[in-house]
């Protein structure tokens, strides 16, 4: 029986139009009403998930920032924390203007980049907030974000080379990874979703045997590698998928809904 369930947000709990369905929120009420701690493990700030925390009534820790910030919802306490040291993030922003992608810094629920482009045009449709404008970007690396972000909207090439420069020039000084399409994702090395959720559980005493992993993307990989199953979206990467135990429907076709009443609520 599973304690625990960690679902990622954007392409897992939230649908293509990054709604959440009335038949997932059923089934996350139905999962907690019987004592199964529900966990967003997203890349967003805490703040831009609250509205979905206080729909669902969540009182687990919630981990967000890719794992760089874990919450308490009930206290409004951080309970851990990992920020982008500043050499590093200095240097990945001075790779990106090279590389010519559009940079942005986010952390303490504010979110800075050094222009409004298509970039962000993008970046807004998953309902991340309106960035603010800093013509010098590494003015908001004090104090410390928890994440810096690298897009290249439909620029494939440029995408695919960025994000092999950028894990070739950090390594060692930030973890780079892709998440959403289009997403270079930078964090503290010791930050990820299957870091955080560690600590969740130690938080909780549960046992990784009793955790239920559900995503779609690269930065989820972590938390598969933790959880005692791993459940890959349809919708999601092929390589993603072979690194779950199974595939569940998309995240259009209530996915989420599917997998808890087949594995938890059954």
Do not use: W
Request: proline content about 5%; some cysteine; aromatic content about 6%.
């Amino acid at each position: 029986m599973f304690k625990l369930v960690a679902l990622d947000v954007d392409g897992t709990l939230l649908n293509s139009h990054h709604e959440l369905t009335p038949a997932v929120a059923q089934a996350i009420r139905e999962a907690q009403a019987l004592g199964i701690h529900i966990v967003l493990a997203t890349g967003k700030q805490y703040s831009a998930i609250m509205p979905l925390i206080e729909q669902l009534e969540l009182t687990a820790p919630q981990i967000t920032s890719h794992g760089a910030l874990v919450t308490d919802p009930v206290q409004n306490v951080m309970l851990h924390q990992q920020c982008i040291p500043l050499e590093p993030g200095r240097k990945a922003i001075a790779l990106g203007a090279e590389l010519g992608v559009t940079m942005v810094i986010a952390g303490h629920g504010k979110t800075f980049a050094a222009a409004h482009n298509a970039d962000i045009d993008y970046m807004l449709t998953y309902g991340d907030p309106v960035p603010q404008i800093l013509s010098d970007l590494t003015l908001a690396l004090e104090p410390a974000p928890t994440h810096l972000m690298a897009l290249a909207y439909k620029r494939d090439a440029l995408y695919a080379e960025a994000y092999q420069r950028f894990k070739t020039e950090l390594d060692g000084q930030l973890s780079v990874s892709l998440s959403s399409p289009y997403y270079v994702e930078f964090l503290h090395p010791q930050a990820s979703k299957g870091l955080a959720l560690a600590a969740v559980c130690g938080q909780l005493d549960i046992d990784r045997e009793y955790v239920l992993a559900v995503g779609d993307s690269f930065n989820d990989l972590s938390m598969f590698e933790f959880a005692g199953m791993a459940v890959a979206m349809d919708n999601a990467h092929s390589d993603v998928k072979k690194h779950a135990n199974i595939v569940a429907p998309s995240n259009n076709d209530d996915g989420v809904a599917h997998m808890l009443r087949q594995f938890v609520l059954g």
